[in-house]
């Protein structure tokens, strides 16, 4: 049995640790109590690593069997793994059988501890940070903190300015950047050390450097700003989350942010963000942006209501396509009106330029269905003016039927009739009386030119009265 129950070795990292040797302690076996060491009574002790449990650890490792040597088979990685268990076991058969499973401290837990070899670069956190700075910062204001982590244990690291990676993109900015920013190479942190005076325009950037005791290093990029106090706003409103592992809980409270933006390394007018606040795309890469550090967006600043001047400076665009859609409706409206009322005179024109009915009640005529629209003229005597028996007809209608301004027409007709024969126009003179075809041609074209007359003459009726 073994007389402690967890024994604690370590082994270096990659391939030194396959050079090391480490030993198990050796285990007391009651029955050789009083035998010297080489009596050949003595029982014997075989090592066996157990590989029942701590399966994914018990591959790496060797074990003698008799001179409890533990070796490596195959490299270790503290970065990976930084500790690894087994379990030894001990007994009196050469192949590893245990007799009696429930005797005591037959088995003890071997804990192995990796060694860190100073192989790993440190990591900045970010690869790109940035920052604004305005002409109301005062000085030694902390601009930005650098973070880099490395994955050896109880590794130092450092913060340097690449040399010759400064550049200036703007205008009156200083030449040196070491009289206007200082990094504190310990702890990361930026420090302005002159004030910004207004006219000092666009960025700067240079190369940050983190390195450990063997100058393993890494790099990330540093962009600051130069923005005008148009171009921030201040009333950006979070949520911070502070954890607290010991006291197993996370505490959040509310903090004011100022933020600047940037687009295209120009810094973006607060105007245009306080704008765009209604944008749920925005929003939701603020929001994303934010998280990032520990952040969740509460409220954000924005305009409650559009201008008209606002509308015209920042959508001069959409303005002026909404101005053309009211120049063309109402330019449809105004054609379409004139079409119509063109086509409303066209069809009067073209009425005005109809054939009356013949027999209709606009021509006057055949009011009493005894007229010309039928060919009864064509037969003798039966024309209405000359007819007698048309005459007797007429008399024999009843007098109810008949419209009484028709019936006074009727009678100025017949007395207009009676007059032509006192007109010379119209006089009829039979010199044969006994042609009763003549006398009825002579009688038709007089009825014909009276009505052609009557028609086409409207002061026929002037003339004939006076």
């Keep these: 049995m073994f007389l402690q129950k967890v024994f604690r070795t370590n082994f270096t990292e990659n391939e030194a640790g396959l050079q090391e040797k480490r030993y198990v302690p050796e285990a007391y076996d009651p029955k050789n109590e009083g035998l010297a060491t080489d009596d050949e009574a003595l029982y014997k002790l075989y090592y066996f690593i157990d590989v029942s449990i701590y399966r994914n650890d018990t591959h790496r490792f060797k074990l003698n069997s008799t001179t409890r040597e533990l070796t490596l088979k195959s490299p270790l990685d503290r970065e990976h793994r930084s500790e690894h268990r087994l379990r030894i076991k001990v007994t009196n058969n050469r192949q590893g059988k245990v007799t009696n499973p429930l005797r005591v401290n037959y088995t003890l837990e071997v804990i192995v501890k990796v060694n860190d070899v100073n192989d790993n670069s440190p990591k900045f956190s970010q690869q790109l940070y940035a920052a604004g700075l305005t002409n109301k910062d005062s000085l030694g204001k902390l601009v930005l903190q650098f973070q880099a982590i490395d994955a050896d244990s109880d590794d130092q690291i450092v913060f340097e300015i690449t040399e010759d990676s400064y550049e200036r993109n703007g205008e009156f900015i200083p030449e040196n950047l070491a009289d206007f920013l200082i990094i504190n190479k310990n702890n990361g942190s930026l420090n302005l050390l002159t004030y910004v005076n207004n006219s000092m325009k666009g960025y700067l950037e240079f190369q940050i450097k983190a390195l450990d005791r063997l100058r393993h290093y890494d790099t990330a990029q540093v962009k600051i700003y130069i923005v005008s106090e148009k171009n921030h706003i201040t009333s950006l409103e979070a949520n911070k989350f502070t954890s607290h592992p010991s006291a197993n809980h996370t505490q959040a409270f509310i903090t004011e942010i100022t933020v600047h933006f940037i687009h295209d390394n120009e810094a973006v007018s ?95 005529l055949n009011r009493l269905q005894m007229g010309p629209a039928i060919n009864l003229p064509s037969v003798e005597g039966t024309n209405p003016v000359l007819s007698t028996q048309a005459k007797y007809q007429m008399s024999s209608l009843d007098r109810h039927d008949i419209n ?29 009386e006994n042609n009763p075809q003549q006398e009825d041609q002579i009688l038709n074209n007089i009825y014909h030119n009276y009505i052609e007359t009557r028609f086409q003459n409207p002061d026929f009726e002037n003339l004939k009265t006076g």
């Excluded at 053309?324 to 330019?331: D, E, H, K, P």
């Excluded at 006074?408 to 017949?414: A, I, L, R, V, Y």
């Excluded at 007395?415 to 006089?427: A, N």
């Design 270 to 364: 607060a105007h245009e963000i306080e704008r765009r606040a209604n944008d749920l795309s925005f929003l939701s890469q603020l929001q994303n942006s934010l998280q990032q550090q520990n952040l969740i967006l509460n409220n954000i600043p924005h305009q409650e209501s559009i201008t008209m001047s606002g509308f015209l400076f920042d959508q001069p665009l959409t303005f002026g396509s909404i101005i053309c859609n009211i120049l063309l409706g109402v330019f449809s409206v105004v054609t379409m009106t004139l079409h119509l009322r063109k086509i409303k005179c066209l069809k009067r024109e073209l009425k005005a330029f109809e054939t009356t009915a013949y027999g209709s009640v606009p021509s006057n």
């Design 404 to 432: 009484p301004a028709e019936e006074s027409e009727d009678e100025g007709d017949k007395d207009e009739l009676e007059d032509l024969h006192d007109d010379s126009i119209f006089s009829m003179d039979f010199s044969d």
